[in-house]
């Protein structure tokens, strides 16, 4: 602003006084600021990585790992360039956010609908859960799991069989599983499948009865043959393998879920879940009790006024916040690394580690857990168009 | 719409990182600098008036904290020795405790001065990572602890069992090398903190605990029950352990490299913490320049020229700092073995101070 005051002043003085002017300045400012620190904080890295006689590249990633990995969804072997062994991480940590968000879910909804009860007992079970476990640090939760409760189940020689068909020991969870990893995305894909297309019929049977009051018998119809046949699939078609005992210590067949595994998905989904619990009573508490009364007065039960008026409306307060419960448990399971599960952060501690290339490797992390984060926020958002208000 | 942008970015991000020789280094007079010649560490470290060290702080013998919050092992003199030197004062040391994966980010952040914690001269991590390694303090090499009861007398043993171990070691390599070349089938368990690796192991989670051999029998001292554990009758590697500098800072590891061999030479010449007032005035001439009171050994490099003395005094000789941390005068009296003078048929030599 180096304007020639003479003559000019008087003009300026308007422009500085004009609101307007100000309104851009300040975004020219801050962009100028931005942009400076950013330069900064980058001539720095770069001057500091010339120094150490390095240049910021990832052909590193080609290089042989030569680390093990205790678990893996895909094939990896020591040899394996480091992206591979990176892709194993992803692959770790996908299954963890994805058990997680169906667990916490689940678990979630039901904690913040319990904090309704009447049952004296039940309301209260729900308030001290969500009272103790958000007042507790998550590595701390991760701890316990992992040393105090998992780390206490029997060696193998001792492990506890669940009815035959299950096996606990300090190794980790043995659980009947589909014959083949094929079979057993087929059979994931199959439920999926199922359970989007039930609720689908179902509120497409609620929508003509409320419009018709008679009908849907197609529909009732259509939703028996789902369930049958998703019943045939998984039943027969999985080609099941059970765990067995072998004698002496040791489990044969079915999945082994790791004892890492177990404790992280157990201690990230009570975690996340006593804060979805509260977003969930938050939500149905938002919906007004004119509502509540007005369906009752209709002759509903208590069952049916929370399924068909009050839940539908507290979607709309509880999806938002659900994102970022989402997102949370994604990056939180980073923290799994403290008990040895080798998930993404994991792994890449030890690629960088042995590389000796921090700023890449985190570069890559940032990526990762950005995209993750975004990818869970598109989809959170497109359900949340479809529970919202839709004015005409 | 602005997500899908986000989201683009993002995409774009991952690409550039997979692309692989993405080089964003602006072109800073096309040489590398050569640092050291404008701010050596030893400057800073004389300015502060304080070194800092990173250590374990874990490893009974090598370095850890008792109840007073006091730092000693065998690690842990290495930095005093140094500090002796270059301050006068053996106890003008910080200490922070670094685990095995965040200590080299440490070193090159400039965190810390240097490193004396257990870790392994390897030729990557002199080049790629961008480490200078001082001369050895501890020849070691990695061992595996199992129950006595186990059962377990080879590695073969060890297919389908578990094997505990810290992960950014030379360790986790070391096992993945041998169990490979024995094409044997084991799951590591790796976890970042020592302390939670030996309780997983304590509580039976794997079979075997792998690590260097003087780090476990000092871990072993800490179990319950240190009598129902073995050390197995292998060595997977070759774990030289020393101190460590960073890259292109030559007037700081001179001073690492050479106050670390005066100890050994020390021990050499027959100089300790108890006799060193008699060589005061010495005919011999080597020991004379030794000790600075001939020449400018120390002052070539920066130091005062008796800046062994300084050393011996306060720290005492190799030999002394040995048996009083991990030798005949310690709870594990390791044998001398690989880590004897060379003229007692171990390794520890150092090149002439002259």
């Keep these: 602003m180096a304007h020639d005051s003479g003559g000019k002043s008087f003009e300026l003085k308007a422009v500085l006084r004009d609101e307007r002017f100000w309104k851009i300045a300040f975004q020219v400012i801050t962009l100028i600021v931005v942009l400076v620190l950013l330069s900064f904080f980058l001539g720095n890295l770069n001057r500091n990585l010339l120094q150490q006689g390095r240049a910021f590249s990832f052909s590193f990633l080609r290089n042989q790992a030569g680390f093990s990995i205790g678990e893996s969804l895909i ?102 599983w589909a014959g083949s990893a094929v079979l057993a995305m087929l059979g994931i894909g199959a439920t999926v499948g199922a359970v989007i297309a039930a609720l689908w019929l179902w509120q497409w049977r609620t929508k003509i009865r409320i419009e018709t009051g008679v009908g849907g018998q197609a529909q009732t119809i259509a939703l028996a043959v789902l369930g049958l046949a998703w019943l045939a699939i998984v039943t027969v078609g999985m080609n099941w393998t059970i765990p067995e005992g072998i004698e002496g210590g040791g489990v044969a067949g079915g999945l082994r879920l790791s004892r890492e595994y177990v404790a992280a998905l157990t201690a ?8 979805v619990a509260e977003i969930v009573r938050a939500g149905i508490q938002s919906v007004s009790k004119g509502q509540w009364e007005a369906a009752r007065t209709l002759g509903l039960n208590a069952g049916m006024v929370m399924r068909l008026v009050v839940f539908p409306q507290a979607m709309r307060v509880i999806i938002p916040p659900m994102n970022s419960e989402y997102m949370n448990l994604t990056k939180n399971t980073s923290l799994a690394f403290a008990i040895a599960f080798p998930e993404m952060y994991s792994v890449a501690t030890t690629t960088y580690n042995q590389t000796g290339r921090p700023v890449e490797v985190f570069v890559v992390l940032m990526a990762t857990y950005l995209i993750l984060c975004l990818l869970i926020t598109l989809v959170m958002n497109q359900l949340n168009r479809t529970v919202q208000f839709k004015e005409r | 719409m602005r997500k899908w942008g986000l989201l683009a970015v993002a995409l774009g991000l991952t690409v550039a990182a997979c692309g692989g020789e993405t080089t964003t280094t602006t072109a800073d007079g096309g040489g590398t600098t050569t640092g050291g010649g404008g701010g050596s560490r030893l400057g800073v470290v004389t300015g502060r008036g304080q070194l800092i060290c990173g250590v374990d702080g874990g490893i009974p013998g090598f370095s850890f904290v008792d109840e007073s919050g006091t730092y000693s092992g065998l690690d842990v003199d290495v930095c005093r020795a140094v500090a002796a030197a270059v301050l006068g004062d053996a106890e003008a040391v910080e200490y922070r405790r670094l685990d095995s994966t965040e200590r080299f980010t440490a070193l090159s952040g400039g965190e810390v001065d240097m490193l004396s914690r257990n870790t392994t001269w390897t030729i990557s991590r002199d080049t790629s990572v961008g480490l200078e390694f001082a ?48 094409n044997v089938d084991f799951e590591p368990v790796v976890f970042q903190d020592a302390d939670a690796a030996y309780a997983a192991y304590d509580e039976g989670r794997c079979e075997g605990m792998t690590s260097d051999k003087s780090q476990l029998v000092a871990r072993r001292s800490t179990l319950p029950n240190p009598d129902e554990h073995v050390l197995l009758e292998v060595t997977m590697s070759k774990e030289p352990l020393g101190p460590v500098t960073t ?7 001179d001073v690492v490299k050479w106050v670390t061999y005066g100890l050994i030479q020390a021990e050499e010449f027959g100089i300790t913490s108890e006799n060193i007032a008699t060589f005061e005035g010495t005919e011999n001439p080597d020991i004379a320049r030794f000790l600075g009171q001939e020449g400018t050994l120390g002052s070539d490099m920066g130091l005062p020229n008796d800046f062994m003395v300084q050393v011996i005094t306060q720290v005492g000789n190799y030999g002394e700092i040995y048996e009083r941390n991990v030798g005949a005068d310690s709870e594990f009296a390791l044998e001398r073995g690989q880590n004897a003078l060379w003229s007692e048929g171990g390794l520890m030599y150092s090149p002439p101070f002259r």
């Design chain 2, 247 to 253: 890259n292109n800072d030559s007037a700081w590891f």
């Design chain 1, 268 to 275: 990230l989904v009570f975690y996340t879940s006593a804060f």
């Design chain 1, 75 to 176: 094939r990896y072997r020591p040899n394996d360039p480091y992206w591979r062994a990176l892709m194993v991480g992803l692959g770790n940590t996908l299954t963890l956010v994805a058990g997680g968000i169906a667990l916490t879910t689940v678990l979630g909804v039901v904690a913040g609908v319990a904090s309704f009860s009447k049952n004296w007992l039940v309301h209260k079970l729900s308030r001290l859960y969500v009272g103790l476990v958000r007042n507790i640090p998550l590595l701390l939760q991760l701890f316990f799991w992992y040393f105090a409760i998992y780390g206490t189940l029997p060696r193998p020689a001792d492990q506890i069989s669940v009815l035959g068909l299950a096996f606990l020991n300090n190794r980790g969870v043995y659980i009947p």
């Design chain 2, 135 to 182: 001369p050895t303090t501890f020849f070691d090499g990695q061992g595996m602890l199992v129950r006595a009861d186990s059962g377990i007398e080879t590695l073969e043993d060890f297919a389908g069992q578990a094997v505990c171990v810290e992960t950014g070691t030379t360790t986790e390599l070391n096992l993945t090398d041998q169990m490979r070349q024995l």
